[in-house]
């Protein structure tokens, strides 16, 4: 394959925004200025870098007042991670909490319904449906997170 070129075949040419030109040897142009293509993957880069750092410390700040309210009304530190997931994403379902803090079904319901049953979670649906929103007594804690 090598010996009769076909291993070229298919390959793009070389982008015009990279200074060649369409022409028949792909001959570089150096009058074409790359500026404006860097400056712009720069700022996509730079914007993209800080919706991350915003999200990152959304989530630190959400987890660091969950684990204080956890303290405060008695919970185990495993249900903070149904809490965040809820606050963060607006809802959060049995398996995947069960996933993420690695519980049978049975301990995975069991504390869903006790934060179903002390407000803290709302449940929505039936059986496999089932998911959960944020209740009422952390609708208030959603709304400073959300507002930040």
Same mark, same amino acid.
Not at 45 to 68: C, F, G, K, P
């Given at each position: 394959m090598a010996r009769h070129s076909? =291993? *070229?075949e298919?390959?793009?040419k070389p982008s015009p925004m990279l200074g060649?030109?369409?022409g028949p040897a792909g001959v570089y142009s150096p009058g074409r200025d790359l500026r404006p293509r860097i400056e712009l993957n720069l700022r996509a880069y730079h914007e993209q870098t800080q919706r991350v750092q915003h999200r990152v410390d959304r989530s630190n700040t959400a987890w660091q007042a969950l684990e204080d309210l956890a303290a405060q009304l008695g919970l185990r530190e495993?249900?903070?991670t149904a809490l965040h997931d809820a606050v963060l994403t607006g809802r959060v379902r049995r398996l995947r909490y069960e996933h993420a803090? *690695?519980?049978t079904t049975q301990q995975s319901g069991r504390d =869903?319904?006790?934060l179903t049953t002390r407000g803290l979670l709302?449940?929505?649906g039936q059986t496999k449906g089932r998911y959960y929103t944020v209740g009422r007594r952390l609708g208030v804690f959603e709304s400073c997170?959300?507002?930040h």
């Amino acid at each position: 394959m090598a010996r009769h070129s076909t =291993l *070229n075949e298919g390959l793009p040419k070389p982008s015009p925004m990279l200074g060649h030109s369409d022409g028949p040897a792909g001959v570089y142009s150096p009058g074409r200025d790359l500026r404006p293509r860097i400056e712009l993957n720069l700022r996509a880069y730079h914007e993209q870098t800080q919706r991350v750092q915003h999200r990152v410390d959304r989530s630190n700040t959400a987890w660091q007042a969950l684990e204080d309210l956890a303290a405060q009304l008695g919970l185990r530190e495993r249900q903070i991670t149904a809490l965040h997931d809820a606050v963060l994403t607006g809802r959060v379902r049995r398996l995947r909490y069960e996933h993420a803090e *690695n519980l049978t079904t049975q301990q995975s319901g069991r504390d =869903l319904t006790d934060l179903t049953t002390r407000g803290l979670l709302t449940a929505h649906g039936q059986t496999k449906g089932r998911y959960y929103t944020v209740g009422r007594r952390l609708g208030v804690f959603e709304s400073c997170m959300t507002s930040h």
